[in-house]
Each structure stands twice: as structure tokens, then as C-alpha cells.
């Protein structure tokens, strides 16, 4: 039988506890931050006791660190979605990028706690790490598989993936409160949408 850390549900098809904590501190830190979350108040909207939480995180680093493995699990989820989707073997980057968009709108918290996380700089750097690591893996296999250009720097491929994954994500409310500024008689009938992209670096010359 699997314990509660190696499942998201139990045989009843609910939630595991371990999931639940995770769900809550996920809402908590989103909302308020990291240093603005205390253990007992996920504990309270998990519906467990703080006792449980140790047991399955060890501290409140641990539920973090645990919240921010989750987030990229999603990430590669969901390219595995694009590749079991695609005519090929490997999806291309459109369609990478088109599953991961397809997550993020379907997990709003994850969203909230990527902007919180990354532009106030709340965490350690490790969820970007981590990201980076997954998608210098998945620009690799479009690589090896012929769905990337081998003659571009890999660098500039891994910032370019991020970036439209991530950017739109990231500035979009602004434009939208931009809009929202003007009178609703004013408002162009379908919302102007971001679209981040990247300017693949140029070599300096010296005169």
C-alpha cells in the first residue's frame, strides 16, 4: 500500500492529507508570502493538525520546497501531454508552450505564486532553478529530435522558452489594468494581449 507522500489521492478518490497541506500552503504562500504564513494556519485549512505536517515536509522549508517540486512537476506534465499529442515523437515548441499555457490557466494558484515568488524574489531562487533545469532538458529533446535549431545557442533557446512561458504570465495584468483604466465605451472590444518574446543576442565589435 502507498503511503500518502507517493499519491495525490486515496482510494477513495479524495485527496491524500499529504496533498491537502500541500494544496493549503500552496493558497497561503500565493496569498500572503512565505514569511507571511504560519504552519498552523495550513494546518487549519487543511483540516489536519500541526503535528502532520513535520511528518510529511519536516519543516516549513520543506513544505515549501514541496509546494515548488509539485510547480514543475506540472511543468513537465504537461510537455509529456504535448508529446503524447503531437504527430511526431517530440512536440515542437509551440505546442510545448501551448500545454504549459493550458496549465497555468487551469492552476490560478500556481500562477499567483510564480508572480509572488519570482518578481517580489519571496523564495531562494530554487523554483527558477529547477525550471531552468526542465526546460534546458526539453529544449535538448527538441534538439536531438530535429523540432529546434541546432545552430542557435542553446542558451538563448532555453531563455527564449522561458521567456514565453513565463513573461505573458507575468505582465499580462498589468496590460489588462491598463485597459481597465479607460471608461468601459472606450475599452476595445477584444482585450489586447501580451506577446514576450526574445532578441537573440548580437556579438559586440570593437571599432
Known sequence: MKDDQDTEHDRDGDLTRRARIRNSALSRFAAHGFAGTTLRAIAEDAGVTVGLIPHYFGS?????????RWIVSLFASAIEDADAESDE????TRER???VARMLQENPLVVDYLRREILQLDGD???ISRLVLLTRESVD???????ASTERHRVEQVV??????LGQLFLQPMVDQIVHEFPEEERPETAPEL???VIPAR???RP
Open 125 to 127: 531562487g530554487a523554483l
Open 203 to 205: 556579438v559586440s565589435r
Open 60 to 68: 516549513k522549508d520543506g513544505m515549501r520546497d514541496g509546494v515548488e
Open 97 to 99: 508552450n501551448a500545454a
Open 141 to 147: 529533446t527538441m534538439r536531438e529530435a530535429g523540432q
Open 89 to 92: 515523437q517530440v512536440a515542437g
Open 160 to 165: 527564449a522558452v522561458m521567456v514565453r512561458q
Open 195 to 197: 506577446n514576450v518574446g
